[in-house]
T-cell receptor, first 113, second 112 residues
Framework: KQEVTQIPAALSVPEGENLVLNCSFT??????LQWFRQDPGKGLTSLLL?????REQTSGRLNASLDKSSGRSTLYIAASQPGDSATYLC????????????FGQGTILTVHP | EAQVTQNPRYLITVTGKKLTVTCSQN?????MSWYRQDPGLGLRQIYY???????DKGDVPEGYKVSRKEKRNFPLILESPSPNQTSLYFC???????????FGPGTRLTVT
């Protein structure tokens, strides 16, 4: 059974710092990995999708990498801003389960001015 | 605007009173699914649908029903809600397997 772990569970940083959020998964037979952002009381917003054949994806200040063989992904946020404060969720789509995302518990990020 | 909508957003009900949470997407997506989010347990899939008239169970289907009669709609039905179904529910959709998934705003359900 696929398990997804995110470290750290919470992170508080001053504005302007570059930071890294980590995600690990136990079964490397994944179809893709997706990073989401969740704001309090709101739904999930997709940030980046990495297919299993890809090594990384970039969108603005965000960069996500994938090392499928070691079961790891990182989300790099450059020059953090208070508006980046949210819960960040990592989810993997399994190779044998059609469309089902297995989520990590999330990293709660606080960026203070 | 491309989006997934859910209704209602908030619902308080009593044990045993049948309810339906609607989900609709305007992106012509083939794939739709339902998740519930609980503290300490994260997000878990309830049911999913690969296409019209095709549905299957996720990890926690007990106590729920779904139907997919039209491509755009995927309602979640609780025939006899119980307090352990108190949760935050999300509907999601994507073009098909392997594509980016889009989530609705969530429905917070309380069963007393």
């Amino acid at each position: 059974k696929q398990e997804v772990t995110q470290i750290p569970a919470a992170l508080s940083v001053p504005e302007g710092e570059n930071l890294v959020l980590n995600c690990s998964f136990t079964d490397s037979a994944i179809y893709n990995l997706q990073w989401f952002r969740q704001d309090p009381g709101k739904g999930l917003t997709s940030l980046l999708l990495i297919q299993s054949s890809q090594r990384e994806q970039t969108s603005g200040r965000l960069n996500a990498s994938l090392d499928k063989s070691s079961g790891r992904s990182t989300l790099y946020i450059a020059a953090s801003q208070p508006g980046d404060s949210a819960t960040y969720l990592c989810a993997v789509e399994g190779g044998t389960s059609y469309g089902k995302l297995t989520f990590g518990q999330g990293t709660i990020l606080t960026v203070h001015p | 605007e491309a989006q997934v909508t859910q209704n209602p957003r908030y619902l308080i009900t009593v044990t045993g009173k049948k309810l339906t949470v609607t989900c609709s997407q305007n992106m012509n997506h083939e794939y739709m699914s339902w998740y519930r989010q609980d503290p300490g347990l994260g997000l878990r899939q309830i049911y999913y649908s690969m296409n019209v008239e095709v549905t299957d169970k996720g990890d926690v289907p007990e106590g729920y029903k779904v139907s997919r009669k039209e491509k755009r709609n995927f309602p979640l039905i609780l025939e006899s809600p119980s307090p352990n179904q108190t949760s935050l529910y999300f509907c999601a959709s994507s073009w098909q397997r392997g594509y980016e998934q889009y989530f609705g705003p969530g429905t917070r359900l309380t069963v007393t």
